[in-house]
């Protein structure tokens, strides 16, 4: 009986040691990151390493299990088809391609003579010379069935306005002013179109900051849809225009000139943040700082005109 006993403590104190041991195992293991998988071929794992220990004794061991590890443990890590590198004409070009068809040619068949004025800080005036420039300012297509954003100094003067869609020479439609607000010089215009119009997304331009890029689409000097870029040089700039006080004005380094006037001004998504409408110039052409005004200061009118 003594004997039992003796044999049963010695086989118990075995037992209790090699699960102590399997135990200390199975944490160790736990604290490098092996699974469950890692252990089933831990045999595998061993006979390699007597195979060729000098191999093993780098940190590069078993590249596969622990590029798995730390892609697993990386935050943000985002392995997606769908990634593409992007450059940055390509940026331009898609951003262009979705706003320009919502940019129209605004023109007349006389312009009233405007009183000169001795500041430098002008607005983009329309060209007297209609023959030779064919218009005097850019518009935005803001719904399908023909309203039509610009700027106010643009057709104050003009009679017989006409508008002319993307793309098209023959296409050409009366427009009539239906609204305008001359503290933020905007005009909305109206025409009476037989196919619908392709109008502009807006942007929020308050999420617009300084050093971003902007384009500007317009008809400079006649020339339709002409694309300029360069970025915002201050975004809450107050001017003084010919007289007008505009508060909070988008500065940039983009190029804009007699016909842009009443154009987008669009981020790098084709989304309108401003409208084209001054420029800093004493001879009266671009000469490196345009003003846009910020397209949220439009959506007050837009919304109490356009339903």
Known sequence: MYRFKEFVAHYLTGLLSVLLVLNLIIIIFS????????LRQLPTFLQNILNDPSHYLTKDFDQTQTSRRTATKTAGLISNSSIQMVSASETFASAVARARTAVVNISCERIYQSVDTSSELKFDDPSQDLKNFGGIGSGIIITSNGYILTCYHIVARASNITITPFGSSINR???????????????????????????ATFGDSSLMEVGDSVLAIGNPFGLEQSVTHGIISDN???VVIQ?????????TDVPINRGSSGGPLINLNGEVVGINMAIYSPTGVYIGVSFALPINKAKVLLARTVQ
């Open 31 to 38: 604290v490098m990151g092996l699974g469950l998988d890692e």
């Open 173 to 199: 439609y009366q427009a009539q002013v239906i609204a305008t607000d001359e503290s933020l010089n905007l005009a909305i215009l109206k025409v009476n179109a037989p196919i619908p119009l392709i109008p």
């Open 236 to 238: 809450r700039r107050d």
């Open 243 to 251: 007289g007008s006080i505009i508060k909070d004005m988008i500065q």
